[in-house]
């Protein structure tokens, strides 16, 4: 592409078959404990 | 649905429904000024594009421009569909806020938990109540392999043998039951000695230790109970904590009030204290609190986050550079749709238990008997209308999050800011919201000068 850069690509559930695992961290358990922000929870899923 | 925004000259655009983000040029950014902001398969008139744009740029770079958008479409990266998202989840219970105490031995003066009672008695929880926790957890999470508890208060250090007995139970049930059950702790590190330091960086995976800022800042809101700052007295522990705990993950947080909106001097005088990762949180309060946040206070808020944006990239590759919890964005092994559309699990998959053994969706709601899920020494299920109505709570069916191009990052944000603010679990913190998008646009801004950079170099 010429005019665009992709920063991050998304997901559809299409493309992203292993999703809802539910094996990552809990948000609040981490050092976020009223402002919940879920954009920068690591996924865990190794074969995802 | 998309989203476009400019920062610092760079102009992105968000495709909501996938989390796709575009680091676009200026050509683009004005033509999608005529595209409809909602799809999928937005109806472009693309003669009205050359109409409108041909005087400022040339009408071969305009199609080619377009063309490229009628990929990312094709590709679902820009206007996709909303998939069914938040479909997938078995519920079960994978996390513990385990209540160790509900006392403390400093005084905040902000503290939600009223100085650590939660507006109850002075309890520490014995070693049978927290068994019998870590046994509920174990028993209703499923297939989940992956567990947590966080201890948490009042001061869990005025608890630890117990803290410490229930990581040895915890961690022999969990190989019985094939589980990995992870620790974490959360304490005012007032209490740490070189002793429980070694144990904590040998079985928690996590620590978070509270520190305000500055002495200024720390100790108008922070004070023992003879009402001395803890400034001084908490800073040695916490570097030592922070020195002896090596690569393994901590946070040092911090809450920003209404006195002290200038929080960005407080984030970067922990930074200069070596502190490398950083988390100061806006204060939750009800609103006749002197002390609270409020609306109007907003510009001063962003102008903050933007000088902590900058300040990120001056400090980077220095000794006094920092993460700030709230920029971190995780490009390369993001969560999935299903994990935004859920949020935090309140509730749902994420319970606290207060040392008598009660069960409340999370640690903000715990003494609220409206909210009591039922307790670990009941044999009865838990309340189903209580769980319902947090499984209910997600951004599709909150009006205000409908519309919202931020709500796939903060998944409806923080049930009990929504409770306490509107006392409606549906209606959002409103300035709660803001500073949420303040600070995903300046995460996003600070992950494109990153690549920009790089590509430059």
């Not at chain 2, 009030?257 to 960005?264: E, I, L, M, R, S």
């Amino acid at each position: 592409m010429t005019f665009i850069t992709t920063l991050v690509r998304g997901t559809t559930t299409k493309e992203d078959s292993i999703t809802g695992c539910g094996e990552c961290q809990t948000s609040c358990q981490s050092a976020c404990k009223t402002s919940c922000t879920v954009g920068n929870q690591d996924c865990e899923n190794p074969n995802r | 649905m998309i989203y476009q925004f400019k920062k610092d000259n760079i102009p992105v655009v968000l495709d909501v429904n996938s989390g796709a983000v575009h680091i676009v040029d200026k050509m683009i950014y004005d033509i999608l000024e005529y595209y409809p902001k909602k799809g999928p398969e937005p109806k472009v008139e693309k003669e009205k594009v050359l109409e409108a744009l041909q005087g400022k740029y040339g009408v071969e770079d305009l199609n080619a421009a377009m063309a490229e958008l009628d990929q990312l479409i094709q590709e679902e990266q820009l206007f996709s569909r909303n998939s069914t998202r938040g479909n997938n989840f078995k519920h079960v219970i994978k996390a513990l806020c385990l209540h160790i105490a509900h006392d403390c031995n400093i005084r905040c003066k902000y503290c939600f938990a009223s100085q650590g009672n939660f507006k109850g008695e002075n309890l520490l929880m014995d070693f049978e109540t927290g068994a019998k926790a870590l046994d509920f957890l174990i028993e209703n999470s499923g297939n989940r392999r992956n567990l947590e508890v966080d201890f948490f208060g009042g001061e869990p250090l005025m608890n630890f043998q117990v803290v410490k007995d229930l990581v040895d139970y915890g961690k022999e049930k969990a190989v019985e039951r094939n589980k990995n059950m992870r620790f974490t702790i959360t304490t005012n590190g007032t209490l740490l000695n070189e002793e429980n330091m070694d144990y904590i960086n040998a079985n928690m995976e996590n620590i978070v230790l509270s520190i305000d800022g500055n002495k200024e800042t720390n100790d108008r809101m922070r004070y023992t109970v003879n009402n001395k700052g803890t400034y001084d007295l908490i800073l040695p522990k916490i570097k030592r904590m922070v020195e002896k705990r090596g690569n393994k993950p901590y946070y040092v947080r911090g809450t920003f009030t209404k006195f002290n909106k200038d929080f960005a001097k407080d984030v970067l005088h922990l930074a200069e204290q070596g502190f490398r990762n950083v988390s100061v949180e806006p204060v939750v309060a009800p609103s006749e609190e002197d002390y609270a946040l409020s609306v109007e206070d907003l510009p001063e808020i962003n102008e903050q986050y933007d000088i902590l944006e900058k300040a990120y990239f001056d400090k980077k590759g220095t000794t006094e550079e920092f993460e700030f919890f709230h920029f971190k964005m995780n490009l390369q092994k993001n969560p999935c749709q299903e994990k935004r559309a859920l949020g935090c699990g309140a509730g749902v998959e994420y319970v606290s238990i207060t040392p008598e053994g009660e069960i409340y969706p999370c640690h903000q709601f715990a003494g609220n008997r409206d909210f009591k899920m039922g307790s670990i020494w009941d044999q009865k299920d838990l309340d189903t209308e209580i769980t319902s109505s947090f499984k209910n709570a997600s951004v599709d069916n909150k009006e205000a999050c409908r519309e919202c191009w931020a709500k796939y990052y903060c998944s409806g944000g923080c049930h009990a800011n929504a409770y306490h603010e509107n006392d409606n679990l549906l209606k959002p913190y409103e300035l709660g919201c803001e500073m949420e998008k303040k600070r995903i646009q300046n995460s996003i801004i600070i992950e494109a000068k990153k690549r920009l950079e790089s590509e430059q170099s």
